[in-house]
């Protein structure tokens, strides 16, 4: 299995910009997809999970961000809205196959396929 992120760059404050993680060697129809990201010096943060026709999201971007896919594209995307500067970080997609539960979905752990990670940058 493996993972191309793409989508980062520089983006203003309250600006909005999708990532993008295209998939091979399998379909994300039967895999739970998951975005982190991990700022300098921090650790990597959950940020969202899509599993089946179920979606799980972190506390800091919840109402900001959303993971969607398009199967046809075997691709999963993370739209965000209303950037701040404190989320600027390397963004990472990952996979697990098969359905997980909210508790390991969540975690860095729970993900056996990493994407190489995108910059995105906020200014203020």
């Known amino acids: 299995v493996q993972l191309q992120a793409s989508g980062g760059g520089l983006v203003q404050d309250g600006g909005s910009l999708r990532l993008s993680c295209a998939v091979s060697?399998?379909?994300?129809?039967?895999?739970?997809m998951g975005w982190f990201r991990q700022a300098p010096g921090k650790a990597r943060e959950f940020l969202a999970a899509?599993?089946?026709?179920?979606?799980f999201y972190g506390g800091r971007v919840k109402g900001r961000f959303t993971i969607a896919r398009d199967d046809g594209k075997n691709t999963v995307y993370l739209q965000m809205n209303s950037l701040r500067p404190e989320d600027t970080a390397l963004y990472y997609c990952?996979?697990?196959?098969?359905?997980?539960?909210?508790?390991?979905?969540?975690?860095?752990?729970?993900?056996?396929?990493w994407g190489q990670g995108t910059l995105v940058t906020v200014s203020s």
């Open positions: 899509l599993r089946a026709r179920n979606t």
């Open positions: 060697g399998r379909s994300i129809s039967t895999t739970t």
């Open positions: 990952a996979a697990r196959p098969g359905n997980a539960i909210m508790s390991v979905a969540s975690t860095e752990g729970g993900y056996g396929y």
